[in-house]
């Protein structure tokens, strides 16, 4: 992979659900053409795909608001999605600091899953036990935009005046295989990714650090988007695992990224998410 850089000039990719959106240049305000829904991509894109179509096709079949998958290769490109207004729904954690609140994106929904924690973790076999042994070593992350796995870990590094080289792998996924290869010597990760990565892959690995917890990524529409579809598609959000074909479908796809039955999604009004807007008060200028 790449080694340590800023993300250059964006190359933009776009999945579209088939038959659900007519265009990858749709706007807001022709909401009969579909808006555009971008998940910050966890995994490698085509588990994000495999997870996200059938969701989303289900969610737009309930509500009767299309909502077309969008995909970014990184999650830096999906919050420049966000930023040049090329989205109108996003599944994202990158929109809590003091800056990006003002862009007045709306949380109306969460993913029910056990809280997660940022960490920095090593192959089980790896002779590094302690974070100081990281001192000079390369770390991988998935992206400088991942604030789980990549500010979490950092900034508790730099608290500790722990200097370690970054290296981003684009996402979890693949910040991960370069440390199970052997090429980097530990990673910075989200407790729930790195766990179901292993299960996958049939992967064993050790906790060199763990964070406070942090709710699971937000489901979050922009301001631009009429109230009346975004109560529409929130409401079919939550009533997802209550509908048997529903239910089905999202247990299905959760296989798909190793998360269980019970990873449904419920209504939230952004609350719970004051966890990260305490780490940017106190968090270095260069993670904010």
Do not use: C
């Not at 096709?57 to 998958?69: F, H, I, T």
């Not at 790896?126 to 796995?149: D, K, W």
């Amino acid at each position: 992979m790449s080694k340590p850089q800023r993300p250059g000039p964006l190359q933009r990719r776009s999945l579209l659900v088939a038959g659900l959106a007519a265009a990858a240049g749709t706007r807001a305000q022709v909401p009969e053409a579909g808006y555009r829904f971008s998940p910050v991509p966890q995994q490698a894109i085509a588990l994000v795909a495999t997870y996200w179509n059938p969701i989303l096709a289900w969610v737009s079949a309930r509500s009767g608001v299309k909502l077309g998958l969008k995909i970014a290769r990184t999650s830096a490109e999906t919050t420049a999605y966000v930023l040049q207004n090329e989205v109108e729904f996003v599944f994202t954690n990158h929109l809590f600091s003091p800056d990006r609140e003002q862009l007045g994106w709306k949380v109306f929904g969460r993913r029910l899953t056990p809280a997660v924690h940022g960490q920095l973790v090593v192959p089980a076999d790896s002779p590094i036990t302690t974070l100081a042994q990281l001192e000079g070593r390369e770390v991988a992350f998935p992206g400088p935009e991942a604030f789980v796995a990549y500010k979490v870990p950092f900034a508790h590094l730099l608290s500790r005046k722990i200097t370690v080289k970054p290296v981003f792998g684009g996402n979890m996924d693949g910040a991960l295989a370069q440390m199970y290869s052997g090429k980097i010597a530990a990673a910075g990760g989200n407790s729930q990714l790195v766990e179901g990565h292993a299960r996958r892959e049939n992967r064993q690995y050790r906790v060199l650090w763990s964070s406070e917890p942090f709710h699971d990524l937000a489901l979050m529409a922009s301001a631009k988007v009429p109230d009346k579809d975004i109560k529409a598609v929130a409401a079919a959000f939550a009533e997802m695992h209550l509908d048997t074909k529903g239910l089905e479908t999202l247990t299905l796809a959760s296989q798909q990224i190793g998360l269980t039955k019970e990873a449904h999604f419920i209504a939230s009004n952004g609350s719970e998410y004051d966890a990260y807007r305490r780490f940017y008060q106190s968090a270095p200028a260069s993670l904010r």
